[in-house]
């Protein structure tokens, strides 16, 4: 096993929860131009971020989980790992009939963020440099990233909107999630 494999999957949370804080203002100022040019009402930036279960309390809700890691020993020195990560939005409540429009726009910002715009390739310094993060569980209101050199590429390997029931709520919500693949390589 990895001497790091614990090490590679916690980091992720993290940054992935900061890279998102860092860039979504700008991604959904360019989703919120075409929204208000088709008369919609612009998209709010994402104030809850979750890594755990909580009473949802305001939208959009965001929780981000580690899913699982893959294996591939390539040589003797080096191991690469598939790290799977989930991000759920919460979008609002399916009693709007705007709430799909907003969760597909929701999910067009996170993809940007995740496709197009945090690293970029081929350096992918979001990801391995401290960032500052807004979140109960990092008290420092900094991230710990992944060492220099670990992240090889980032995917986004799955999209889906669907209707969910929370319990105690009176209306399901409309949700938006990406599957996230990150390959890392050690030695």
Request: net charge negative; charged share 20%.
């Amino acid at each position: 096993m990895p001497s790091n494999y614990p090490a590679l999957a916690k980091p992720g949370l993290n940054q992935i929860i900061a890279v998102i804080q860092k860039y979504q203002q700008t991604v959904i100022s360019a989703i919120n131009a075409d929204r208000e040019a088709g008369g919609e009402q612009p998209l709010q930036p994402i104030q809850e971020f979750h890594k755990g279960p909580k009473v949802r309390t305001a939208y959009p809700w965001l929780t981000v989980a580690y899913e699982g890691t893959a294996f591939t020993e390539s040589s003797e020195q080096t191991t690469e790992q598939h790290l799977m990560f989930v991000v759920q939005l919460e979008a609002g409540d399916f009693d709007s009939e705007y709430a799909q429009d907003a969760a597909i726009d929701y999910m067009r910002a996170l993809h940007a963020i995740f496709a197009k715009v945090a690293g970029p390739p081929p350096s992918f310094s979001d990801w391995e440099s401290q960032l500052p993060i807004q979140h109960e569980t990092v008290p420092s209101n900094v991230t710990a990233p992944w060492p220099v050199g670990t992240v090889k590429q980032i995917f986004v390997e799955r999209e889906e909107q669907m209707l969910v029931r929370r319990e105690g709520a009176d209306k399901p919500a409309v949700e938006v999630s990406l599957t996230l693949r990150f390959d890392l390589e050690e030695t």
